[in-house]
């Protein structure tokens, strides 16, 4: 099926800057994306024009607003772009990342195995917990497995986690999971709650701090003003703002800022 999208959308932006681990360029500009149990594959054909593999009920039910297309990111990045030069620049390079509403146990998990990692190797360790514990899904290009949900992993110890790369990190994966099964913390009541109450629930689990939380609270709940501080912020804080946390002065979207900073930062040349 084809999709015509006239906003801002890099398949290439999106999938790879940081906010999630499990989408992939499988093929020459083809790139896969995962959410519960839906799979589709997506290529661009023209400027707005988009070949996407799931029918028009899957695109209009699940993908639209996973990647969040009822907001105007043109605007967004026109009004980040106004804010100062150094983020016109920013906003001109991110240009094309959308921030995905991403499932919030998954989201939970990927970032607290982000800490102290690259990229790739978060994205091991969380393939590596797929295979063991997902389920598998078959498509025409591939068979993978999705991410498991809470009761795929509510035995799953420390000890089972070997294997995942994820060292001291097995044990806050094993508090997340114990909490959650305990009711401690509801993932599906944090949608109603402020910004810094769920922050607050989300820290309660053992290893979350705030640049953990304020990723979930970004990238699954969508709260885009959120600004999660890793060390590719903390340095553009630090060296090209004299460490002033300029992301305080932005009144909206300040999150949505984060992600074409962070983009910028990390994978611009000078």
């Known amino acids: 099926m084809r999709v015509t999208i006239k906003d801002d959308f890099d398949l290439n932006k999106t999938a790879n800057c940081g906010q999630c681990f499990r989408a992939k360029e499988i093929d020459i500009g083809i790139y896969r994306f995962i959410t519960n149990r839906n799979v589709v594959y997506i290529r661009k054909l023209e400027d707005t024009l988009f070949d996407v593999s799931c029918d028009a009920d899957e695109w209009i039910n699940i993908w639209e607003g996973y990647f969040d297309l009822a907001t105007d990111y043109q605007k967004i990045r026109s009004d980040i772009s106004k804010l100062n030069d150094y983020l016109r620049k920013a906003a001109q390079i991110g240009e094309g990342i959308r921030i995905l509403k991403q499932d919030p146990f998954e989201t939970?998990?990927?970032f607290i195995i982000s800490q102290r990692k690259?990229?790739?190797?978060?994205?091991?360790?969380?393939?590596?917990i797929a295979a063991k514990y997902g389920s598998p899904i078959t498509t025409k290009y591939e068979t993978i497995n999705s991410f498991p949900t809470l009761e795929e992993?509510?035995?799953?110890?420390?000890?089972d986690l070997s294997g995942c790369g994820l060292a001291y990190r097995a044990d806050y994966i094993r508090d997340a999971i114990e909490k959650l099964l305990k009711g401690d913390i509801?993932?599906?009541?944090?949608?109603?709650?402020?910004?810094?109450?769920?922050?607050d629930e989300l820290k309660k689990i053992r290893g979350v701090g705030d640049k953990v939380a304020n990723c979930v609270a970004l990238f699954a709940y969508h709260r885009v003003d959120r600004v999660p501080i890793d060390v590719w912020i903390a340095r553009a804080i630090d060296d090209d703002f004299n460490g002033h946390n300029f992301f305080a002065d932005i009144e909206q979207n300040a999150g949505i800022a984060q992600q074409y900073v962070f983009y910028a930062k990390k994978f611009a040349k000078k």
């Open 153 to 159: 992993m509510k035995s799953v110890s420390p000890l």
């Open 118 to 128: 690259s990229i790739p190797s978060i994205k091991t360790s969380v393939e590596r």
């Open 108 to 110: 939970l998990i990927s």
């Open 186 to 199: 509801v993932l599906d009541m944090l949608w109603n709650k402020g910004d810094e109450e769920l922050i």
